[in-house]
């Protein structure tokens, strides 16, 4: 018993140690050295792996596989593995590509729908740009980086994210992030190999190859 | 004894027994009004019978659940959207806690728990009423293999990040709901076409069924009263800008349209009398004539109304204008007698032989204005809409018993010592005008024709046109909140205008179900050539008990438990949480049990509770009786009298008995009515006052000028209107016709009075003063009207209002002089 408490005690202590919650003023620095960031250098591409804990799947689900970003919004997802699939957006237009199914699933962005609301929390990780219109923000100092907390503001936001937590590295990249989702599911993708390098347009649209079905599962 | 003595004695004699004819009259009809007064407020019985649209519109509102059926809208400035985003919820909980509501949509039902877990509730009746192929095909996925396959398949997705398994296994874990929807889902095109939310953000529409328990007045009335204290109190937790708490349907307009009818009767009576009353006194400065006219007039009001509550067992809202016409046109008469039995006294006579003369010199012209009028009136019948026929038979009455009472009660309010009328400038100038007139009458002409002409000339050019607006706004309230309410939604929405509605009624439901097959395939080659731009229809809804039993048998060849251990087997393998598929399970059991040939499938009324939202959806296409139902057709374009014509060709389908309406649709349909009204009949009251008015001069020359003189002012009338851009709608083209009745009548004083003259001051300057001020309190009476906040009875007025204006000038300035001109008399100076 003693020992548990102890435990507990200390884990708390690393972990205040650790955690130091910034100061409002604190936190707009902190963004307006992100934004500078990212102005300077608006795409991204990096690893990641994937950890979806879900309440309909009685075991997480994990994956792993390349991301492409350039700010505001453009962005391509490559997953490996045995069900591997291609998720591409241009802003405007999402797809979703599964080879081994000849399939494909197109998706009109900007309808203000629910869809809308998950591309946003996914793109806010990667842009981290104007997000204090969207997000209530706090943030503290963990070791040499930041942990980012935004919780949405507009309700349709928030029947798709109950919270997400950024990690960033000193340099201000993102290590890590965690979606929890109003009806208990979680998010966690952890990013690598992360390059500010120049990205072809071209990465961030998707024609079908020949032969692939086409739905459109929320209409055109 | 000749008719007017006895009159003359009874009135100056008899003052006693007349009193308590009076008092009696009076009794009698105050105790009819009290015992029986009953209101129709429903504007629809102003639109005229025998027109199949406005029988299906009557229909539609009578028995389609929408009659109960309110929309609020919440409407926010663009910087406080994301405010009532989150306000939206709060507002709708708000709404669901009031007891007058009976459920509530607030957003897509497929977006709730709730919506879902009621759509999956009648998922096997809509699946048994697919077309056999296409329920083989779909419950083909039951097949264990079928069920792994998918199961595999929705897990990989999941896993690639796709939204759309967790969507799909939401609704439909077993794969067979959604094309059970499917019929249901291409049929709610229109539905689709309807959002919540305005793309701006800004507007959030929420619909509410009442439970108000009829449809009448008072109910609705009640009903608005507290709705109308939950809009008080609706903003007290919003914590943005002005925000706008809107409401509109049925309820809210006949809420305001009864409660206008107290402000228009108030208004229009007092603005009549007010107008009236003050012209009659600058005409001959006394008061008790003028009260003598007052209570002549209203005990014709009164006993009209007793009158037409006998006959007709209630009153439409369109004959609260009947007071105000019926002081307006009484008291011409009022008028033309009181100056007549004046001047009579200023001749000299007594008391009783100024009223003999005034009885004998004007019984007949009052008589046949009263006839003129009454006629006039009574063509509303021919109108054959029920609140105008009984507003034409209302005036028609009380204009003969105006013509009665004005000739005997009236004088008994006239004293019999009176004081001649001294420094009369009215008199004087009308005698100056009369003299010079009568003396230059080519002068006079030469002025007054080129005027006339040129007016008549402007309204026969096609330019300007005469609007005419047949659009639902001309027929709304003045300053509506319902109104507005509605024309902030339509303008916030995405361009959409009122569907035209086609009504079925079938004897059984396979006959509901083959009808609307046969339309909904019909209607589906109409969109897919262009021709309408999208319908709906309750076709998936309509269960055919002949597919649900060729179903159920080949459901019975399925082997639902292999099925069952499978999904058991798939749920598991593939890592499923067996919560996400216990809908599933249900649906399994219940397809289990339907397979059974003796079981008694539910219906899916009862499967559906009462709050559920889909009910919005149903209602919108069942009446209270499931065989009545309606289909929507959204045109290309708002629905004007070329896509009436086409929609009653091309909507309609052999074999399926149809009733084409809608709002648009029926006002659309009105048009030739509204031209035939003003052509058709205000030609046949033409022919009948051309014959009176010869059987009445037998002079042509006379005759001729009299209908030059009616020809003159109802073109000068439509020029007006023109020129000042005032609408007719479909309800004030009837002014023509009255305009005619009543314009007829100063022609007729006049010109038979310049027949008859001998001495032109006395007979001729004697009645063009009274004919003024009858003209001008007409015009002042009917211009009461104007206040009225019912559009159709405002738009009477003014109508009629400029009608006599023009009536009254034609007759001053063109009949008098043209009949000096065609038959010369001298003047002779008798009292200067």
Known sequence: MFRTTLFVYLALLVSFAHAEPLAPADVKTLLGRIRDKRAASPQMQADFQEEKTMKMMNKPISSSGKVWFQSPNKFRRELKGNAPSTTVSNGQQLWIHYPKFQSAEKYTLGKRGPLDAGIAAITASLNLQDVEQTYNITASREGAGHVLQLTPKAASMKKMLQQFTIRLDEGLQVQRTEMLQPNGDRIVTTYSNESREAIPASQFEFTPPAGTNVTTPLGG | MPLHST???????????????????????????????????????????????????????????????????????????????????????????????????????????????????????????????????????????????????????????????????????????????????????????????????????????????????????????????????????????????????????????????????????????????????????????????????????????????????????????????????????????????????????????????????????????????????????????????????????????????????????????????????????????????????????????????????????????????????????????????????????PMRWEPAIGIVRASHPQQLHDYWQQVAAHWATLQESGKIKSFSTPAALALSPNRARANREALARIDLAASRTALEEAVAAEGFSPETFSSGFTLLDELGRAAQPNAELPDWRTQLPTTSSWWFLVDRYFAHDPLLTTGFVTTNAPIDHAQKEMLTREMAVTGVPMTLSGWSFTLADLIPWSHRQL???????????????????RDWRLWLIHIATLALAVTAMIATMKLMQIPLNLLNVLAFRLVLAVGVDYGIYVILVWQKARQLEHDVAGVIKPVILAGLTAVAGFGALGLANNPTLGGLGIACAIGIFWSLAATVFFALPAAAAAEPKIWREETT
Request: proline residues 6%.
């Open chain 2, 7 to 493: 009159v003359s004695r009874l009135v100056t004699q008899r003052r006693g027994a007349v009193w308590l004819a009076v008092a009696a009259m009076f009794a009698v009809s105050l105790l009819i009004l009290i015992t029986r007064m009953k209101l129709d407020t429903e504007v629809l019985n102003l639109l005229p019978n025998g027109f199949e649209s406005v029988e299906g519109l009557k229909l539609y509102n009578r028995d389609f659940a929408q009659v109960r059926e309110l929309t609020f809208a919440l409407v926010c400035k663009p910087e406080d959207v994301d405010k009532l985003e989150d306000f939206a919820p709060e507002f709708a909980e708000s709404l669901r806690q009031q007891p007058w509501a009976t459920r509530v949509l607030a957003g897509s039902p497929l977006e709730t728990p709730e919506g879902v877990r009621d759509l999956q509730a009648i998922a096997v009746p809509l699946l048994l009423n697919l077309e056999p192929t296409a329920f083989a095909e779909t419950i083909s996925v039951l097949q264990p293999d079928k069920l792994r396959e998918r199961l595999r398949r929705l897990r990989e997705e999941i896993e690639a990040g796709s939204p759309r398994p967790q969507i799909e296994l939401q609704l439909d874990p077993l794969g067979v709901v959604a094309p059970a929807l499917k019929p249901f889902a291409g049929n709610a095109a229109v539905e689709e076409g309807q959002p919540l939310t305005s793309p701006d953000r800004t507007m959030r529409v929420f619909l509410v069924v009442t439970n108000q328990p009829t449809t009448g007045a008072f109910d609705a009335q009640k009903l608005m009263e507290d709705v109308n204290a939950f809009r008080a109190k609706a903003r007290e937790t919003w914590d943005g800008g002005p925000l706008e708490v809107l409401v509109t349907g049925r309820s809210a307009y006949v809420s305001e349209i009864s409660l206008s009818m107290r402000h228009d009767i108030v208004v229009t009576i007092f603005g009549s009398v007010f107008l009236v009353g003050g012209v009659f006194y600058a005409g001959f400065r006394r008061w008790l004539p003028l009260l003598g006219m007052g209570f002549s007039l209203l005990l014709c009001c009164v006993v009209s109304l007793a009158a037409g509550l006998l006959i007709f067992g209630e009153l439409n809202m369109v004959t609260v204008g009947f007071c105000a016409i019926l002081i307006g046109l009484g008291v011409d008469f009022a008028i033309l007698v009181f100056g007549r039995y004046q001047q009579a006294r200023d001749d000299g006579l007594d008391h009783a032989g100024g009223v003999d003369e005034a009885i004998r010199n004007l019984g007949r012209p009052v008589f046949f204005g009263a006839l003129t009028t009454a006629v006039g009136f009574l063509a509303l019948l021919l109108s054959n809409s029920p609140g105008f026929t009984q507003l034409g038979v209302l005036v028609a009455i009380g204009i003969f018993l105006a013509g009665l009472f004005t000739l005997s009660i009236f004088f008994l309010f006239i004293p019999a010592k009176s004081r001649p009328l001294h420094g009369d400038w009215m008199f004087a100038g009308v005698k100056s005008y009369v003299r010079w007139a009568v003396r230059n009458p080519g002068r006079m002409l030469a002025v007054s024709t080129p005027i006339l002409l040129l007016l008549a000339l402007i309204a026969v050019l096609p330019k300007p046109p005469l609007i005419f607006d047949a659009s639902t706004k001309s027929m709304e309230p003045k300053s509506s909140d319902a109104g507005y309410a509605l024309h902030t939604i339509m303008g916030k929405m």
């Open chain 2, 679 to 697: 052509i058709v009949i205000s030609a046949f009251m033409a022919v009948f006052e051309i014959g009176l008015l010869a059987l009445l001069y």
